[in-house]
Nanobody, 119 residues
Framework: QVQLVESGGGLVQAGGSLRLSCAASGRTFSGYAMGWFRQAPGKEREFVATITWSVGRTYYADSVKGRFTISRDMAKNTVYLQMNSLKPEDTAVYYC????????????WGQGTQVTVSS
């Protein structure tokens, strides 16, 4: 059973930085994709970034491109989201998720970590 545990959220001022971590366990992730999503109060969950586990190819939502960086440490089975130049509109619960790749849906989700950016 795949388990995902996020950490690293918190309160930060606008313009600041945070790094989120997602520790994954339960299987090998070769060929899989790992993603970050977020959900703000009263809004739908939205895609933030994704990385292919084996090759490390990355994709970003336009709203975070140039400010956020997704990466992975294969030895630690951990995915990171480095968030710089944070804005109040980045405030949300951030979720880590796993997909089997190739356009498959994200089947496994973490519990989420709160990120709050004050103005």
């Amino acid at each position: 059973q795949v388990q995902l545990v996020e950490s690293g959220g918190g309160l930060v001022q606008a313009g600041g930085s945070l790094r989120l971590s997602c520790a994954a366990s339960g299987r090998t992730f070769s060929g899989y994709a790992m993603g970050w999503f977020r959900q703000a109060p009263g809004k739908e969950r939205e895609f933030v970034a994704t990385i292919t586990w084996s090759v490390g190819r990355t994709y970003y939502a336009d709203s975070v491109k140039g400010r956020f960086t997704i990466s992975r440490d294969m030895a630690k089975n951990t995915v990171y989201l480095q968030m710089n130049s944070l804005k109040p509109e980045d405030t949300a619960v951030y979720y880590c998720a796993v997909s089997k790749g190739g356009g498959s849906p994200y089947d496994y989700w973490g519990q989420g970590t709160q990120v709050t950016v004050s103005s």
